[in-house]
């Protein structure tokens, strides 16, 4: 079987039937009529046909999932009918499907019918037989597809990912009472005033068969069907700013037969749809940049919905749909429901409209951190000019030290220690000011650790910039009320135990732990003894000669721990790095 076929099922004949079991295993208050592929809410009897509501029924073939048997459940469907892969169900399924959530003499049935002929066919069939056995049944055919350009005499437009929109208002509807007649107003209303227009990447492929077509991997195919059918034009991959300019300027072109106007001022509801391959990070771009673009068109968007609605399989691709809203539609569209796969978007509380957000200022929260926080000790001037060149000095450093530290990095991990520490310290370097007007706290050494933190936190990223965040922030804490060299020294062990807590490394383990532990222990039995300069200078001295033992020992932590040993022959880059960095600030200390 090629690659593009791999799939995790059990053999192909069965795979539609064991999808629809596991959906009802997983959401028992959804049940399978015996012998078909037709799913049922449990309580159709009493809380639907029971209670004189509308029962509302819809399917089609299967490898669209969640559609549509996702959408069964409280304040959506009723009932959904599913057919082979890509294939319209049977009439005698539909049929069923209708009788189960029907009666003589009820309320009635509304059916949702894509816009595909075989949809049209099979289930016209079955309304209509159902019609002749004296049920009551409305249709609404759902055709929203705005991809056609032609004027010529087609099959229509497909029904697309709006057919979910239009069920979900229907089933609000439904609950609140609404006649079979009012909710075909309303549904066919809602269909001939929204439109959807779809992007494809790749193609998928039907279990047990090859791709349903090929597309090179560096084009994307405007306004493809979710069965494979061929789309209005191939173009080269373009940006995700630039594919959504291209699908709303198509989908909103007057010249195009087939077009939503959209205008400054509508209100409209959108929804960004996975076809099934693509990343919740390329949706949630293309949810941003829809929304720009349509807010910058002065279009209101009072409701946004972006996840896995409608999909073909494993395509990659998305399509978007917009809805025209009224104060009805939004409200029935806001309405509960329980059904398994209807996203319902986090408004903030009391909210009615969606507006996108601005961003929370970051310095209010800071401020108010700050003006609650521990009073902090300070340092005189002359203390804090040596915390200056000490930092200045040790930014430099380790900027002049990337590539080295890049190139000792290639043997154990990715290449990039040396970028990152150079990241941070440009940050810090950046931020320094100058010494009479420095820009960090200087003066107050705590909270230039918790700054430190914060930096390296920020502009360092990955395992380090978390590492060397932890140490700075539990170094702070030593430093609250007294700052002199045994509160220094006292600062290191605090950071060290963070980094061994939290990292899981541990001294001895081939990491920057290494020269950090040794200097502590260097340093720390220095200070009654000698001078504070002297202590810390055996501190360094000690960090160096660890950094280098590094190159001898068996890493048991960090990416070098799923090296072979056999493979590392240098000192660890991020032990050297604090070698560096401490014999930075002794150089400072003692010119």
Not at 32 to 45: I, K, Q, T
Request: aromatic share 4%; glycine share 10%.
């Amino acid at each position: 079987m090629p690659a593009a076929c791999k799939k995790l099922i059990n053999n192909v004949e069965q795979c539609v039937d064991e999808n629809l079991e596991g959906l009802v295993a997983v959401n028992p208050g959804l049940q399978l009529l015996e012998g078909l592929r037709v799913v049922v809410r449990s309580d159709v009897g009493p809380n639907v046909v029971g209670a004189g509501k509308v029962s509302l029924l819809s399917g089609g073939g299967s490898g669209h999932e969640p559609a549509h048997a996702g959408y069964v459940g409280p304040g959506m469907l009723t009932a959904a009918v599913a057919g082979s892969v890509f294939a319209s169900p049977p009439p005698h399924s539909i049929l069923a499907g209708i009788k189960a959530v029907s009666a003589p003499g009820s309320v009635g049935c509304m059916v949702f019918i894509a816009n595909y002929t075989g949809d049209r066919l099979n289930f016209g069939l079955a309304v209509e037989r159902a019609r002749h056995q004296g049920l009551s049944v409305g249709v609404v055919v759902v055709g929203e597809d705005c991809a056609l350009a032609t004027t010529d005499k087609t099959a229509g437009r497909r029904g697309l990912t709006g057919a979910l929109m239009v069920m979900k208002i229907c089933g609000a509807l439904s609950d609140e009472g609404k006649s079979l007649e009012e909710i075909v107003r309303v549904a066919k209303d809602a269909a001939s005033n929204m439109g959807t227009i779809g992007l494809s990447l790749t193609p998928c492929s039907i279990p047990g068969s090859g791709s349903s077509f090929q597309i090179a991997d560096d084009e994307m195919e405007l306004g493809l069907g979710v069965h494979g059918e061929a789309g209005v034009k191939r173009t080269k991959l373009v940006s995700a700013k630039e594919a959504v300019t291209m699908m709303i300027d198509h989908m909103t072109n007057p010249t195009n037969s087939t077009h939503l106007p959209v205008k400054k001022g509508d209100r409209v509801a959108c929804m960004i749809n996975n076809l099934g391959g693509t990343s919740m990070l390329e949706l949630n771009i293309i949810a941003k940049e829809t929304i720009e673009l349509l807010e910058s068109r002065g279009v209101v968007v009072e409701r946004a919905y972006c996840g896995t609605y409608i999909t073909s399989l494993e395509m990659a691709g998305i399509s978007i749909t917009l809805l025209h809203l009224d104060d009805t539609l939004r409200r029935c569209l806001d309405a509960p429901t329980s059904a398994p796969a209807w996203p319902r978007p986090l408004l903030p509380p009391g909210a009615v409209t969606r507006q996108t957000p601005s961003r929370m200022p970051r310095e209010t929260i800071q401020t108010e951190v700050i003006k609650t926080g521990p009073t902090m000790a300070t340092v005189g001037t002359a203390e804090a000019n040596l915390l200056y060149d000490c930092l200045k000095l040790a930014g430099e450093r380790l900027v002049a030290m990337e590539s080295k530290l890049n190139e000792l990095d290639r043997e154990s991990g990715d290449g990039d220690c040396g970028s990152t520490m150079s990241r941070g310290a440009q940050g810090i370097l950046a931020s320094l000011g100058s010494k009479e007007k420095p820009s960090l706290p200087v003066s107050c050494p705590g909270e230039l650790a918790l700054t430190l933190a914060s930096a390296a936190e920020d502009t360092m990223g990955g395992s380090s910039g978390g590492l060397y965040s932890l140490f700075f922030t539990a170094a702070a804490v030593c430093l609250q009320n007294t700052v002199s060299p045994t509160t220094y020294c006292e600062a290191l062990n605090a950071g060290i135990q963070s980094m061994m807590k939290y990292g899981g490394a541990e001294p001895g383990d081939r990491t920057m732990l290494d020269p950090l532990h040794s200097a502590w222990m260097a340093w720390s039995a220095a200070l009654s003894s000698q001078s504070p300069v002297d202590a810390f200078r055996l501190a360094v001295e000690a960090a160096e000669k660890s950094a280098e033992e590094t190159a001898k020992m068996k890493a048991h932590a960090g990416r070098a721990s799923y090296v072979s040993a056999d493979h590392l022959n240098n000192p660890d880059p991020g032990a050297r790095a604090v070698a560096v960095w401490m014999r930075a600030v002794l150089e400072a200390l003692s010119s």
